[in-house]
């Protein structure tokens, strides 16, 4: 394949307006989501919420809805944290019943190749494809720590170092067992024919690091061909895999300089592997908080963010970087004093960490603290509860345009703070604004798959 163009590069100005990617982040068991003092909030383990989540996201024309998984109920200073909602079905169900009460929107799980297989996995991705008329979607985690593989037979064999290694060969037997079957054993399939399974299905035949798989797959190839892939690591092996695996980045760079840079790095991977910068969009999670004004949207916004760090979380979240019991220390006074405390489990175990150097991260924070009279509460706000979007919807409209305009990102996962209608203020303020600068679809394509959807290469 080349890259490579007789015709002049365009500038931004120059070429056509790029159209904004958007997908439904339904909100998660933590303390983001506001469970307090709603009186909207209902069960996230109930259908209905996933029903009223998905159709709505479906009536604002999002090209995806997209869960979440957790393996294990997380645990803080040796218990059950209760700061966070007990409850986290399994998601390849949930969509499988999300697929019959839609009929556009993208399905994407997120689904472990740690602790899953290559055959079963492709087989159920795939069937969930075949369900939903092509909708589809994987993001691909690579959890590897120990406390999650407890629950599995083969939990605590992987170091860190070795889980990109693992996931891109199990990516790699899920392609050769989705692309199996011949184009005359797809066809007479679809016309209820009979055919010679052992000249139409390729055999599978993989012998690896990591898997040896012999079979021929159960399904033919989907409507559209085969999953969408999705990931969202930001390491510098995570952006080396998704370069040359990922169709979807769900980034956590949504400030605009940040989101640039990533950007800019990551589509400049791609050449390099043979792809298109199109071949791959950057979407990273975005929260937002609205009002008539823009002085009423930052008084929800703080609001709000009181409610998603209470007094409690705010001495929990501080005891993940200190790695000892807070309790004594008042939410609304100063920070500790007192060094971190070196710890290879950590106070809270099953959350994600990034906090490799605790004694350095409590340095910048005392020094943030004490600039600008910050108290434990309000510093953790800032860095938990800082929601991306403040503004009247026409702000967030045209702030989400810059964005994509300028690659700084394709779209944003839109993350809402209450359950299930957290997205509905979106759908019904914002999504017309953008719609109106004629950057975003007032339809979907009839029959487009997820892959259409998101302007992927077929």
């Known amino acids: 394949m080349t890259l490579t163009s007789d015709a002049p590069a365009r500038t931004r100005a120059e070429r056509p307006l790029k159209q904004v990617h958007l997908a439904a982040h339904f909100p998660g068991v933590n303390n983001t989501t506001v469970w307090r003092d709603n009186s909207t909030a209902a069960s996230q383990i109930a259908f209905s919420s996933f029903k009223h989540f998905a159709q709505n996201a479906e ?104 889980r990109y290694a693992r996931a891109e060969e199990f990516v790699a037997v899920a392609r050769q067992l989705w692309d199996a079957w011949s184009p005359d054993a797809i066809a007479a399939d679809k016309a209820g024919g009979d055919f010679l399974a052992e000249d139409a299905i390729g055999l599978v035949d993989h012998h690896g690091p990591q898997f040896d798989v012999t079979g021929f797959p159960t399904l033919p190839q989907s409507p559209q061909g085969r999953p969408v892939i999705v990931q969202a ?7 080396g895999f998704a370069s040359r695996t990922a169709e979807v980045i769900f980034s956590r760079h949504a400030k605009f300089e940040d989101g640039q840079k990533f950007y800019t790095d990551v589509k400049g991977r791609l050449a390099a592997v043979g792809r298109h910068r199109d071949s791959l969009k950057i979407l990273p999670a975005a929260t937002f908080i609205l009002g008539d ?52 489990q950590g106070v809270t175990r099953g959350r994600v960490r990034h906090d490799s150097d605790p004694a350095a991260i409590a340095r910048g ?61 979106f759908v019904d303020r914002v999504i017309p604004e953008l719609q109106e600068r004629g950057v975003y679809r007032t339809e979907y394509e009839e029959g487009a798959t997820l892959r259409r959807t998101l302007g992927l290469p077929v």
Do not use: C, M
């Not at 009423?296 to 760090?309: C, F, G, I, K, N």
């Open 233 to 239: 690591g930001d390491s510098a092996d995570g952006r």
């Open 293 to 344: 004004t823009e002085q009423e949207a930052r008084e929800r916004s703080r609001e709000t963010a009181l409610l998603q760090v209470s007094p409690q979380t705010a001495i929990a979240f501080l005891e993940q970087v200190w790695g000892t019991d807070l309790g004594g220390y008042d939410p609304d006074g100063p920070l500790p004093d007192i060094d971190p405390v070196s710890t290879d």
């Open 59 to 162: 009536k604002g024309k999002f090209d995806f809805l997209f869960l979440a998984e957790g393996l294990r109920l997380r645990e803080h200073k040796g218990l059950i944290h209760d700061l966070d909602v007990v409850g986290r079905p399994n998601t390849l169900a949930v969509l499988a019943g999300i697929a019959a009460v839609t009929s556009h929107i993208g399905l994407v799980g997120t689904l472990s190749s740690t602790f899953n297989e290559p055959y079963e996995l492709a087989r159920q991705l795939s069937s969930l494809d075949h369900l939903s008329g092509g909708r589809a979607g994987w993001n691909i985690v690579t959890t590897f720590d120990a406390f999650h593989g407890e629950n599995f037979r083969r939990g605590k064999f992987l170091d860190g170092a070795d």
């Open 365 to 425: 924070w005392r020094a943030l603290a004490e600039a600008e009279g910050l108290s434990i509460r309000d510093l953790v706000i800032r860095f938990a509860a800082t929601h991306t979007f403040v503004g009247t919807p026409v702000h967030v409209a045209e702030t989400i345009n810059r964005h994509v305009q300028e690659d700084a990102s394709d779209g944003f996962v839109i993350v809402g703070s209450s359950n299930p209608t957290g997205l509905d203020e």
